[in-house]
Nanobody, 124 residues
């Protein structure tokens, strides 16, 4: 199996930046793509971004385009989410997701692996 572990969350003022990391361990050769979702209280889990493990092709959700950037370091089996120009509405628990095959990465139901989540809080 694949284990995912997020880090880098915290409290930041509006307009600030944070970088989240997600380290994969275990049978990492199974990874086809990795991504990020977020979930605010009483809201559905929302797609943030995803990246192909082999091609580095990326996709970002509409609400974060131009502000967030996903990247990866294959040598470290780690994916990053650079978050700039943060807004209070970005406050949520951010979850790292992993995929073992080509699939609909924007739908959380298609993820094969999940991290435990890391809290991001943006104050106004």
């Amino acid at each position: 199996q694949v284990q995912l572990a997020e880090s880098g969350g915290g409290l930041v003022q509006a307009g600030g930046s944070l970088r989240l990391s997600c380290a994969a361990s275990g049978r990492t050769f199974k990874i086809y793509a990795m991504g990020w979702f977020r979930q605010a209280p009483e809201k559905e889990r929302e797609f943030v971004a995803a990246i192909s493990w082999s091609t580095s092709n990326t996709i970002h959700g509409d609400s974060v385009k131009g502000r967030f950037t996903i990247s990866r370091d294959n040598a470290k089996n780690t994916v990053y989410l650079q978050m700039n120009s943060l807004k209070p509405e970005d406050t949520a628990v951010y979850y790292c997701s992993g995929y073992s095959r080509p699939t609909w990465v924007t739908d959380y139901a298609h993820a094969d692996y999940w991290g435990q989540g890391t809290q991001v809080t943006v104050s106004s």
